[in-house]
């Protein structure tokens, strides 16, 4: 049976976001016009598009982009294509961007877009159709300079090409600029592919230095097997010498308490479309899996999974979401007086849309770093964010997220400010 987000996800997703907001805002005291400002996507786009199928019919599909703030510089976030999409996640998702952004202070605001379709049902020209027709579709609502979008959720750097390219064509020149997480030939940055998980991997190791918790060979479990999860498992193993005892992915999840090797698991992976029924590991269920007893547990997936109906009985030591929005305001409130170490999303998924600004950097110069590069100019970034967060917890005595929050919500004021918003 395949798990699929509950239609109300969305407006789940919503309410998380706009009830973070208001926490913050009560703690900072920000003004209400600010607030106010800061409640609503500054702009959205619905758009209607039709595509050619394989079989000769015509289908249409809506599709959105939300521009949730753009005060510190042009917006930025993935684009995601989903059969539960709606423009109530995307617009929570969109504001999420705004405080990554801004947490990790690079100069970019917050964006998101969306298309509702099933991407596993559609063949490779119709997938490349639909990218197509969503950016003739968004047309100059997006650009180098005023909104960048990039992978998410079941896009990939091909339909990142794609854009790319449809983008280009519709503007008579080569304009890669425009979306980030493209190929390496087409203009990507080397040490993108894995920058999300990266990214959290050394949060996870800078935690573990504040708690005094040891990682080696210490045990981890991961929600969620896509691009982030898989590079999450490899790194856990290859950078803090933890045994991955858990993974799964839409279909199921596996358990071996003797630790799963990445290469044996993609190999499968690739072979059967999915990890469920690898050799030697027992079958569980989601749940059981988010209430392993591990050092760390990684949410890879998708939002709202740690709510306060299972918050109780999580037993992980540090949670670090790599996926955007995984715990509820209700969860965040009970993991932290259960003493869980939350690395909240706005910081520990962040390494994606840093590198993402640094292939943004190497467009605009046209002049590309050695991977080695890429990965000691995040890993600085990722520190410098961290004890931001961390120092802002401990003053304000606050829990992390609403420390990252905090650190966002101050940086973003103030540009809006200065540039005479409010
Ligand atoms: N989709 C990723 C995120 O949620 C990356 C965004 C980007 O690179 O712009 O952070």
């Known amino acids: 049976m395949k798990p699929r987000r509950a239609p109300q996800s969305g407006q789940i997703s919503y309410n998380t976001s706009q009830q973070q907001l208001n926490e913050v805002v009560a703690i900072i005291k920000l003004d209400p016009s600010a607030h106010e400002l800061l409640r609503h996507p500054l702009r959205e786009l619905h758009v209607t598009l039709s595509v050619k199928m394989d079989n000769g019919s015509t289908k249409i599909f809506q599709g959105f982009r939300v521009q949730h703030n753009d005060s510190r510089g042009p917006n930025k976030g993935g684009i995601r294509f989903h059969p539960d999409e709606t423009i109530d996640t995307v617009r929570a998702l969109a504001s999420w961007m705004t405080w990554k952004t801004a947490v990790m202070d690079i100069p970019l605001g917050g964006g998101k877009g969306g298309v509702i379709c099933?991407?596993?049902?559609?063949?490779?020209?119709?997938?490349?159709?639909?990218?197509?027709?969503?950016?003739?579709?968004?047309?100059?609502?997006?650009?180098?300079?005023?909104?960048?979008?990039?992978?998410?959720?079941?896009?990939?750097?091909?339909?990142?090409?794609?854009?790319?390219?449809?983008?280009?064509?519709?503007?008579?020149?080569?304009?890669?600029?425009?979306?980030?997480?493209?190929?390496?030939?087409?203009?990507?940055?080397?040490?993108?592919?894995?920058?999300?998980?990266?990214?959290?991997?050394?949060?996870?190791?800078?935690?573990?230095?504040?708690?005094?918790?040891?990682?080696?060979?210490?045990?981890?479990?991961?929600?969620?097997?896509?691009?982030?999860?898989?590079?999450?498992?490899?790194?856990?193993?290859?950078?803090?010498g933890m045994k991955v005892i858990a993974i799964s992915d839409s279909n199921g999840s596996i358990y071996n308490p003797e630790g799963f090797l990445y290469e044996g698991v993609m190999a499968h992976k690739k072979n059967t479309g999915s990890i469920t029924g690898f050799p030697g590991a027992a079958a569980i269920s989601n749940k059981e899996l988010l209430e392993l007893d591990v050092a760390v547990l990684?949410?890879?997936?998708?939002?709202?999974?740690?709510?306060?109906?299972?918050?109780?009985?999580?037993?992980?030591?540090?949670?670090?979401?790599?996926?955007?929005?995984?715990?509820?305001?209700?969860?965040?409130?009970?993991?932290?007086?259960?003493?869980?170490?939350?690395?909240?999303?706005?910081?520990?998924?962040?390494?994606?849309?840093?590198?993402?600004?640094?292939?943004?950097?190497?467009?605009?110069?046209?002049?590309?770093?050695?991977?080695?590069?890429?990965?000691?100019?995040?890993?600085?970034?990722?520190?410098?964010?961290?004890l931001a967060v961390l120092r802002t917890g401990q003053n304000h005595k606050v829990h992390n997220r609403l420390a990252a929050y905090i650190v966002a919500v101050e940086r973003v004021a103030e540009a809006m400010k200065l540039r005479g918003w409010y």
């Open 118 to 240: 099933d991407p596993k049902a559609m063949s490779t020209g119709e997938l490349e159709r639909l990218s197509r027709a969503y950016v003739r579709q968004l047309g100059d609502f997006i650009g180098p300079e005023k909104d960048i979008p990039a992978p998410d959720v079941y896009t990939t750097p091909q339909i990142m090409a794609w854009i790319a390219d449809e983008y280009s064509i519709m503007h008579g020149k080569n304009k890669f600029g425009v979306i980030t997480g493209k190929p390496l030939s087409l203009g990507g940055s080397a040490g993108r592919t894995d920058a999300t998980a990266r990214g959290g991997i050394y949060c996870v190791r800078l935690a573990a230095a504040t708690l005094g918790l040891n990682l080696e060979g210490a045990e981890a479990a991961i929600q969620g097997y896509g691009n982030v999860g898989s590079y999450a498992h490899k790194l856990a193993v290859e950078l803090l």
């Open 298 to 386: 990684f949410p890879a997936a998708l939002d709202s999974v740690i709510t306060e109906t299972n918050a109780m009985d999580i037993k992980a030591k540090i949670i670090a979401e790599l996926a955007n929005g995984p715990t509820t305001p209700e969860a965040d409130t009970i993991l932290y007086k259960k003493g869980v170490y939350i690395i909240p999303d706005l910081l520990c998924n962040a390494g994606g849309v840093t590198v993402s600004y640094f292939e943004m950097v190497q467009n605009a110069y046209g002049n590309y770093w050695e991977e080695e590069e890429v990965q000691q100019r995040l890993e600085k970034k990722m520190k410098t964010a961290f």
